[in-house]
């Protein structure tokens, strides 16, 4: 028997069971094009957080509210409240003698509230910052100025405007000087920020800047901030400035040698370690979740040779009659289903990285730098895995059809 001889037999035999070969190999390509989308999604979503972060700057230092494991997410950082960061905190980081490295030092509070201007009402996210965030940032002021340093803490009713804010709020005109009403109470434009573009985080083209001090007393009533963010001089720093951020803040929220700290210190470094590691978790999760639908796939090629089986049990009676061995019989069936389960992953891949690049084309759309990424390695996973599972399901199948008596399969009707 030649090599190509089963093979030809296989897509004989396939090509007369047209509607049954092509429901099995569509679960096939699905669950291939499920792993290949979802593993491409990762692997840009990850680069478009490790962009963004990256833009903010590699000579930042982060302190958040909460404790954390040296490469896990603080616990504010997973939506709980923690109230331990004070003002004083931030004053007392400002100071040289305390930490010398750091050149610019900013506190953050957030919301979101209804802010209205003359015939216009929207829904958007406010933030509460320091002076210093316009460095921090790497901010441009396009019209206007921001906020002066004694504007922070003397409950000034003022606001800078993202660039979209600006445009969606007064779409007329220029709102330097004009009114933004923020949760019923009035604030002046002063300024607003040049275009930035989307971030993974939040997009500071549609955000509404106010005086940290003012935010917290008069939108939000809270004494406490969400984080602080601090420059530091220089990227070689970056430890001795965070050794001094921890000393700083245990001693001021008087912390016992050996007592857990109640607050986060990190670098951009750490944060870009740690995020990885979040989203890898979730990538192969969620990987793991769409090999589901390739397991449904290998129980549909399963099925679809037990029938084959029963509906050929003639034929192969007839193929051991004139000298078929039972390997070969085995080795007939197992090309099949490695033919229809290796086409499936050809077209899943196909599928998988046609849907990843229309994605591509429309996330930018939306206002985020979307990479068009596709690992090789979600390539040869989704067309491998196909084929073993193809090649494993159809094993049964096989084997059942080796094991047909010859004298029993001829008397088959």
């Known amino acids: 028997m ?26 096939i390509v699905i669950g291939v094009a499920a792993v290949i989308l979802v593993m ?22 982060g302190v958040l509210p909460g404790a954390s494991q040296e490469n896990g997410p603080p616990a504010s950082a997973l939506g709980i409240v923690t109230t331990t960061l004070k003002n004083g905190d931030l004053d007392a980081m400002r100071e040289k003698r305390n930490v010398p490295n750091l050149v610019a030092v900013s506190g953050y509070v957030s919301g979101s509230a209804s802010i209205e201007s003359p015939g216009v009402s929207i829904q958007t996210s406010f933030q509460g910052v320091s002076p210093e965030v316009v460095s921090i940032e790497n901010m441009d002021v396009s019209d206007g100025r921001f906020f002066f340093a004694e504007e922070e803490g003397s409950l000034a009713r003022i606001a800078v405007l993202g660039a979209t804010r600006a445009s969606d709020l007064f779409p007329n005109g220029n709102p330097i000087g004009e009114t933004v009403v923020i949760k019923d109470i009035p604030f002046r434009v002063v300024g607003v920020l040049a275009s930035r573009g989307g971030s993974t985080f939040s997009n500071p083209d549609n955000l509404v800047y106010v005086p940290l001090g003012t935010a917290q007393k008069i939108l939000l009533g ?62 192969y999760f969620l990987t793991a979740i ?33 000298g078929a061995r039972p390997h070969h019989i085995m080795l007939q069936f197992l090309i099949e289903a490695g033919f229809v389960s290796g086409l499936g992953g050809i077209l899943g891949i196909v599928f998988g990285v046609g849907i990843a690049f229309v994605a591509a084309l429309v996330i930018p759309r939306l206002g985020y730098e979307w990479e068009f990424i596709v690992p090789g390695s979600s390539i040869a996973i989704g067309f491998i895995v196909s ?27």
């Open 2 to 27: 030649k090599i190509t001889d089963p093979i030809k037999i296989a897509v004989r035999s396939l090509v007369t069971a047209k509607l049954r070969f092509f429901l099995t190999v569509l679960g």
């Open 387 to 413: 084929f073993l599972i193809g090649v494993l399901f159809g094993l049964y199948p096989a084997w059942k059809a080796a094991k047909i008596p010859p004298i029993e399969a001829l008397r088959y009707e």
């Open 40 to 61: 491409s999604i990762g692997a840009s979503a990850q680069a478009l957080i490790f962009s963004q972060v990256a833009k903010v700057g590699s000579n930042l230092v």
């Open 222 to 283: 809270i004494d406490y901030l969400n984080f602080i963010r601090a420059k530091v001089d220089d990227t070689g720093d970056i430890d001795a400035a965070k050794s001094d951020i921890e000393t700083l803040l245990r001693n001021r929220h008087k912390l016992e040698d050996g007592e857990e700290s109640d607050f986060s210190v990190r670098s951009t470094e750490q944060a870009l370690q740690t995020l990885s590691s979040v989203t890898d978790v979730l990538k």
């Open 290 to 322: 769409a090999s589901i639908s390739l397991a449904v796939g290998g129980i549909g090629i399963m099925n679809s040779m037990l029938i084959a089986v029963n509906q050929r049990i003639r034929e192969v009676g007839l193929r051991k009659a004139v």
